[in-house]
């Protein structure tokens, strides 16, 4: 089950990177899931993408994300590598063009969150994507 999980988040993002570049201003993403809902929230408070809208469709559900313009990248980090609190300036160094933008996504005791977040409230835990 935990495979799924992973690439569900990965067609995900790989379809609002291909529609970002096709300069699309909406795309559908299906299935949804929490993870991915999660996900999208980051990137809208961090102002990647418009608002998004959860449709349930009676199978898995999916999302119909408004586009901006702002995405320049984002995928999935897999495996998902396990990172101390203290590791965080590391990752941010390897993923993101800069330290000025660009968000690590991660899991942690406390929840999905950005990495600024965790960095804040001191949690480690497991990457789970990036964008900018």
Known sequence: AKMVRISVLGDALKTMYNAEKRGKRQVLIRPASKVVIK?????????YIGEFEYVDDHRSGKIVVELNGRLNKCGVISPRYDIGHNEIEAWVARLLPSRQFGVIVMTTSAGIMDHEEA????VGGKVLGFFY
């Open 119 to 122: 960095r804040r409230k001191r």
């Open 39 to 47: 996900f999208l929230s980051l990137m809208m408070k961090h102002g």
